[in-house]
């Protein structure tokens, strides 16, 4: 009886770690505890407190402008994402940052918009944050977490008070400077972001080469103080060679983009 009890539980624990695995759009596995639905229902729960917490922008040149490149990104985004209720706001902050979370919710701040010199590299930054959501990057850190015994009383917590957990549960999310924690995504989650990012804009018509000269614009910015996009988004040389890498697979897509007449005028 006892045996069969032990076997049972064994099974569970076989079948619960199966279930929790999952596989991101570049093949790898990842963990992934908490159901989608419940994810997205996070990843909104937390788009409406940074919204109650941070103005937006009223300078409809530049909401049009961000909604202009997003659209031309998100007629791209693979079947299984794109019945997300995408949605981008552009908020009034100097900080150097974008976020995006689980649900298709994302952030641009007005600062970065002085470091994306133009649409394209715009795009490189949009793209790689929809990379975080297409590839789950917020659950894989959420089950990452939890699996390391953090005890986490998700969504509860998330529309309450601001208290330490609440501001950790955010950075697990993708919103760490906003929140005053940093946690920086794993090399790995960047990589895989940056990569789908490159792909979707240049199956978009946005010229790939650029997100070279976003990420040195970003490192050049952070001359005076680091901008808060780099404290949770290490850039290195790394990056800018594994873009190098990809790039002739972008480049063709993307001389296919204009081939086909996708031609984004953003700008
Ligand atoms: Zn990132």
Not at 32 to 54: H, K, R
Not at 154 to 180: H, K, N, P, W, Y
Request: aromatic share 6%; net charge negative.
């Amino acid at each position: 009886m006892r045996r069969r009890i032990i076997i049972a539980f064994i099974l569970f624990l076989i079948v619960a770690f199966i279930v929790a695995c999952a596989t991101s759009p570049t093949g790898r596995r990842q963990l992934a505890f908490f159901p989608t639905s419940e994810m997205n229902q996070m990843g909104v729960a937390a788009f409406e407190q940074i919204q109650e917490e941070t103005p937006r922008s009223q300078d409809q040149a530049k909401i049009r402008y961000v909604n202009c490149v997003t659209d031309a990104l998100l007629a791209h985004v693979p079947r299984s994402h794109a019945g997300l209720d995408w949605n981008i706001v552009l908020f009034d902050d100097d900080a150097v940052n974008a976020f995006a979370l689980p649900g298709g919710k994302m952030g641009v701040y007005t600062g970065l918009l002085r470091v994306a010199e133009n649409q394209h590299q715009l795009a490189a930054v949009i793209g790689h944050e929809i990379g975080h959501v297409i590839a789950e990057h917020g659950n894989e850190r959420m089950s990452t977490a939890y699996a390391t015994g953090a005890s986490l009383q998700i969504v509860s917590v998330l529309g309450g008070e601001r208290t330490a957990q609440r501001d950790r549960m955010m950075g697990l999310l993708g919103l760490g400077a906003q929140f005053g924690i940093i946690l920086p995504f794993s090399r790995t989650q960047e990589r895989e972001a940056d990569i789908i990012g490159l792909d979707l804009m240049a199956e978009a018509g946005f010229n790939p080469e650029e997100s070279v000269s976003l990420w040195r614009n970003m490192a050049r910015a952070s001359g005076n103080g680091p901008p808060e996009f780099l404290s949770t988004h290490p850039s290195s040389d790394t990056r800018i060679r594994d873009l190098t890498q990809h790039m002739p697979r972008a480049r063709s897509a993307y001389e296919k983009a204009l081939e086909g007449g996708r031609r984004p005028q953003c700008d």
